[in-house]
Nanobody
């Protein structure tokens, strides 16, 4: 199983970026995925988690990104996206996609598979 994250970069405050996470492997599903981020010296934090496997789909964003970030997926391409807009310097971090959850949605330890991370730097 591989998760390949991409799309990070250096942008100015107010800009937008779209991150991608391409999944490969038979046991991984993009129907239950999450994005986390980790800034230097800080703990890895949940950005968004989205589980559409059931009739009552679950999707939740961190308060700090609500209204600015949007998760989406292309099931044919086995790819999950994170559209980020109105970026601020506080959004600077390495962003990770995660899959194959066995516990709580926002718990990093609940995810078995991780992308390698893509760095986002927002200048003021």
């Amino acid at each position: 199983v591989q998760l390949q994250a991409s799309g990070g970069g250096l942008v100015q405050a107010g800009a937008s970026l779209r991150l991608s996470c391409a999944a490969s492997g038979r046991s991984v599903s993009v129907d239950d995925m999450a994005w986390f981020r980790q800034a230097p010296g800080k703990r890895r934090e949940s950005v968004v988690h989205s589980d559409i496997r059931w009739t009552s789909a679950h999707e939740a964003y961190a308060e700090s990104v609500k209204g600015r970030f949007t998760i989406s997926r292309d099931r044919y391409k086995d790819t999950v996206y994170l559209q980020m807009s109105s970026l601020t310097p506080e959004d600077s971090a390495v962003y990770y996609c995660a899959a194959h959850r066995t516990g709580g949605y926002a718990d990093p330890d609940a995810y078995a598979y991780w992308g390698q991370g893509t760095e986002v730097t927002v200048s003021s």
